[in-house]
Every structure is written in C-alpha cells, then in structure tokens.
C-alpha cells in the first residue's frame, strides 16, 4: 500500500510491541495484536485482506495450540492438585539427589524435545519443576532455564522433529547423520548452558508466582498421601508415548514406501534376468510398506498431540478423584481455574503467531536474504557458509518469529549455494547445525515460545527478555560455536 521498506516495517513492528508491553504496560495480547494489524497495513496485500488476515492468522495458531493448551493446563493442575507432582519430583531427588535435580530436568526436556513439540514438552515438565522448587528450594528460575533450555536444543536439531527434518532434506543430508551430529553439537551445548544459567539464576532473584487465573498451589504432603508412582507418571508419559508411537510408525511408513521407490527404479534399469530377481524383493518391500501404511493411520489419530493431551488430561482427573476424592463442584472448579489460566496464554500466543505472520508477509525474509546473501551470490564454501547460515536463520527467526519458518526459509535459501561437500571443506550437515542454532537466536516477542515461557512459567514480559531471551540466545552462539568446531576436527569429508 505505501510501499516501505520491510526492514522499515519491522522496525515499526518492534516499536509498537515493546513500547506498548514495556512503556506503556498494555496487556500482552492488546499490544500483539495492535501491532499485528499495524504491521498488517504497511505490508503489500488487498487492503480489504488486511485486518481479516490477522484474525485469520490468530485463528490458525489457536487451532494449533489451543486444544494442546487447555488440556496442559488441565494436566499440570490435577498433577499438583493430586501430590502426582510432588510424587515425581521425589522419584528424581532421591534417584539423581537434590543437587542434580536441575540435571534431571535439563535431560527430560532434552530427549522429550526429540519426538515431541518443545511447546508440549514445556507443558509437561513445568508441574514438575514447580513441584521440585518446593520441595529441593532451588531456585525456580533456575530450573524452568534448564528445562526449557534442554528441550529448546534438541527441537532446532535432532529429527523427527520438523523443523530439522525438513533442512535434512532441504540440504540432501542423510537423516541418521541428521540424528548423530545433531546430538554431537548439543550434548557439549547443553552442559555449557546449564553452567551459564547456573550463573544467571544467582544474579536474578525471581520467586515462583501463583499463575494467572489459578489458585494457590496445595501444601506439601507427606508421602503416604500421594498417590502411587505408575499413576503419578501417567499423565506424563502416556502422551509421550502416543505422540512418539506415530512419529516413529509414520518414519517407518515413509522409509518404505522409499525403499519401494527406488527398487523399482533399480528394477528399470537393470537387465531380464536381474528383474526377475528384484520381483520379489519388490513384492516383500511394497507389503511392508502397505503394512506401514495400515498402521500409520492409526498412530496418525491416537497419536495426534490434542487426542494425546486429551487422554492425558483425563487420566489427571481420575488420579485427582482416586487420590483426593473431590465433590462434583470442587472437580468443577479445579478444571474450570486450570482453563481460565490456559485461555489467557492462549490468546496472547496466538496473538504473537498472527504478529510473526504479519512480518512474514511483509516479505520480510527475502529483504534480509538479500541483504546478507545478495541477489547473485555463487557457491561458498569453508567457514564463511556456516556464519552466513547461522546469520541468515537469526536474522528471519528474530524477524518473524518461527524457528520452524527460519529452518526453513534459511534451507532453501542456501541449498543452491551447496555445491558438494568436497567443494565446501565439510559436511554439509554442519551447515545444517549453524541454521538450527541461528534459528534459536534472538527469541523474543513475536515468537510464540516466548509467551508460553512467560505465561506458564509466571514471568513479566522484561524477566522474559532478560532471562529466557538472553538463555536461549546464548545457548544458539554456544551452539555455533560448537558447529565451527566439529567442522573443523570432524570434517566427514
């Protein structure tokens, strides 16, 4: 409409949120969504689209988080409201003991984060680490860092999480090589970070906060009035379950019906004799596949994260009823406060999904690629690959928001510059670790896990910025750091 620059835009766009949340102290959810629409007008588009579009965007990201939300919420205050918190948390202390309960968390967000959304995962474990702060007294602040931190890691790297997945095969990157450095890059990231927020957690005193919309949180019981441990671990790990189950049978599915693929194009090329050879290996490959397939479409509907959490949700409330045997209207009011604190994380995550959004029809992820990159650039190879990688992912992700997005855009952007691993002096999954790690960089406002940090976790929007946003950060240039390393002493080449 007016023709601006998209780094103009996003300039305008960065305004208005932080001066709105931190200068003017607007709800959250007004300043996201003003700035949506105000970001929505100066973008190109029908100017009959551009407040619609907003909506329709908040809506997309509701329908992706909502249901998942709610039922978290739901989860995470029958676990407390049980002892089945309480319960798990003492399993840990007394397994690793109180000074490595922050290990203990950091490692459970790092292997859920693999098969699971890190947005889910942080729903999981925040009953947990509330339970824990209780009862080790460790600092709150602390523990959330390392939980979010671990999941945070292995979300940007390790398929079958999207995100990585989709730059493995951006980049033609074997996805066990994806899984193996992936995991090289992040275990040594992960002990430097959990040193770093040890650092950070003394220098900031944050209490842990009764959360928005929810009542006080229930004494600590004595042990004989918990429930049992099975019962306690259920809500937890049945959807993990669930969720991974799919991922692993939808991976088995899409293997076969690739192996069918380029049998039958082996069998193309080959001769009469060799033919009648492949035929039933061809056979054997396409039942496998069928049987794959049978099965997928099972997993893919009791494996759908809002089914999941669903169950989940109401083996909470049976572990609630057996343990503390509520009336109807206390149960009532158990899950009708557990929702009221969820629809408020709700709207503002959405709203910061229809922000990011907005910035991205702003078209502002080509401006930023022409800017680093440039319209012409010809094949890079060596160390300067991966800083314009990492760059690039940064830049897009800070812009717009979605690490997914990031991952993505930066991957298709860089593809055509890959000529061949010779060519570049490594790997060209090291190019993919620098994208994933870039992709983590600059979380802030515009990005949905940065409200769900905050509103779950019952931070104000600047301990957000100066703890979550500065972790997270950090933990991408460790990372990246780590990348150039291994790139260099294990070059795959």
Not at 47 to 64: I, L, N, P
Not at 111 to 117: E, K, M, T
Request: charged share 15%.
């Amino acid at each position: 409409m007016f023709g601006l620059n998209p780094l103009v835009i996003l300039g305008v766009g960065v305004a208005v949120v932080i001066g709105m949340i931190v200068v003017l102290r607007i709800n959250a959810f007004v300043a996201l969504i003003t700035a949506a629409i105000v970001v929505s007008f100066l973008a190109p588009g029908a100017g009959a689209e551009k407040v619609s579009r907003v909506a329709y965007e908040f809506g997309r990201t509701a329908g992706k988080i909502g249901i998942v939300i709610a039922m978290a919420a739901v989860i995470g205050r029958c676990l407390i409201e049980s002892g089945a918190a309480d319960r798990i948390v003492r399993m840990f202390v007394r397994l690793l003991g109180e000074k490595r309960c922050t290990v203990s968390l950091m490692s459970s967000g790092f292997v859920l984060s693999i098969p699971v959304f890190f947005d889910t995962v942080f729903y999981l474990l925040l009953p947990l680490a509330r339970s824990m702060h209780r009862h080790t007294k460790k600092s709150y602040l602390l523990l959330i860092l390392a939980m979010g931190a671990g999941a945070s890691i292995t979300h940007s790297l390790v398929p079958p999480t999207p995100g990585p997945l989709l730059i493995a095969g951006a980049l033609g990157i074997d996805i066990g090589t994806m899984i193996g450095i992936g995991l090289l890059v992040a275990v040594p990231t992960a002990i430097v970070i959990l040193l770093f927020i040890g650092a950070l957690a003394k220098r900031m005193a944050i209490p842990m906060r009764p959360l928005e919309g929810s009542r006080a949180e229930p004494a600590t019981l004595s042990d004989d009035k918990l429930p049992g441990l099975l019962w306690s671990l259920m809500p937890i790990v049945l959807p993990v379950l669930m969720i991974s189950a799919n991922t692993v049978v939808k991976g088995l599915a899409d293997r076969a019906d690739q192996t069918v693929v380029e049998l039958n194009a082996a069998a193309a090329a080959a001769t009469d004799s060799a033919v009648a050879e492949m035929t039933a290996a061809i056979e054997a490959a396409a039942e496998r596949a069928a049987t794959y397939e049978k099965a997928s479409g099972v997993t893919a509907v009791f494996g759908d994260a809002n089914f999941a959490m669903l169950v989940a949700a109401a083996f909470a409330i049976v572990v609630l009823w057996r343990q503390r045997r509520p009336s109807r209207d206390e149960l009532a009011k158990v899950i009708e406060s557990s929702l009221m604190s969820g629809g408020v994380i709700i709207l503002i995550t959405s709203a910061g999904g229809a922000f990011g959004k907005m910035l991205e029809a702003a078209q502002i992820g080509p401006a930023i690629t022409k800017m680093v990159v440039g319209e012409t650039a010809g094949p890079i190879a060596g160390m300067p690959m991966l800083v314009i990688a990492f760059f690039v992912a940064f830049l897009i992700k800070f812009a717009q928001g979605s690490s997914t997005v990031s991952m993505i855009a930066t991957s298709g952007i860089l593809a055509p510059l890959i000529v061949s691993k010779e060519a570049l002096g490594f790997h060209p999954v090291y190019v993919a670790t620098a994208i994933g790690f870039g992709a983590q960089c600059g979380n802030w406002m515009n990005d949905s896990g940065f409200w769900i940090f905050a509103k779950m976790s019952g931070l104000t929007e600047v301990e957000t910025l100066k703890t979550w946003t500065v972790t997270v950060s950090t933990l991408a240039i460790i990372g990246f750091l780590f990348t150039l390393l291994f790139a260099n002493i294990l070059p795959l080449v």
